[in-house]
């Protein structure tokens, strides 16, 4: 069983084990991603809400 | 309302930011890999809230027969379904970061993994009956009938077990194991999530609504 707690501890490099996990880069490129994710999802979210609205004006 | 649904924009873009600039790793935890816990857990979270809004409307059905009652639970569960999968998704990251695997038949997957299973079985059921007031009335006595399994899974069954998952917010304890930064973020997520799910949940309903208003 791991006991773990989340008190921070000193930064370090975002190094996985040797041969772990070796498509995955970097913080920065992870942060990109969820940009464009949350981005993407928002306007479409937006987008969805205004058509809806449109198509509840219609008699 | 529009500012507000704008606002969520902005205040889920700098919750992201932050949770990958702002708080230090955490203690025991591979590289940068703690910070999942700031997308994990509010998915966890909205999950269990969608499948309880769900129970709370599917009640409301059976008691007023109100077909927007049965909208609203019929989208949440769709939208907890959808906040399950993350979470179990990014679980299944996390797992094979810190023990090797994407899936370790760890007590807390194993019982999310079930709930999603009892949840993908109201779907199902909710397409296997034809007449709308039937299909309403059963779905509704299945989702009160899961959220009744539905603590059970998400809080009972992975405490009561050895895990290999990270303490829970809610430890034996009884205190919140985070510095400052990490509970500033970690609930602020929780509030992001459960405001994009209200939204999210309003846009479901709505198109139901209208999907039933064209098939009259």
């Known amino acids: ?59 | 309302v529009r500012v507000l649904k704008g606002l969520l924009g902005v205040y889920m873009a700098a919750f992201t930011g932050a949770a990958f600039l702002w708080p230090e790793p955490a203690q025991g935890f591979v590289g940068e890999s703690s910070r999942i816990v700031f997308f994990h857990v509010p998915c966890a979270w909205t999950a269990s809230l969608a499948f309880l809004v769900a129970a709370a409307y599917s009640l409301a059905y059976l008691i007023r027969r109100n077909p927007r009652h049965d909208d609203v639970a019929a989208a949440a569960v769709k939208l907890g379904l959808l906040f399950a999968v993350i979470a179990l998704v990014t679980g299944s990251l996390f797992a094979r970061i810190m023990w090797g695997s994407y899936w370790n038949w760890d007590p807390r997957e194993s019982s999310f993994l079930l709930l999603i299973f009892l949840y993908g079985a109201y779907l199902f059921l909710r397409n296997a009956v034809d007449d709308p007031d039937r299909r309403a009335t059963v779905a509704a006595a299945y989702a009160l009938f899961a959220a009744v399994l539905m603590p059970f899974l998400v809080f009972v069954a992975p405490r009561v077990t050895q895990s290999l998952h990270p303490q829970t917010v809610i430890n034996p304890q009884g205190k919140i194991l985070m510095d400052t930064p990490t509970r500033v973020v970690f609930f602020a997520g929780l509030v992001g999530f459960s405001a994009l799910f209200l939204w999210m949940l309003s846009l479901e309903s709505r198109a139901a609504r209208l999907r039933r208003r064209q098939s009259v």
């Open chain 1, 1 to 59: 069983v791991y006991n773990i707690d989340l008190t921070p501890r000193r930064r370090v490099a975002f190094r996985f084990p040797e041969g772990n996990n070796a498509g995955v880069g970097s913080l920065g490129y992870l942060a990109a991603v969820n940009v464009v994710v949350w981005g993407g999802l928002f306007a479409y979210l937006w987008r969805l809400d205004r058509r809806l609205s449109e198509k509840e004006r219609e008699p």
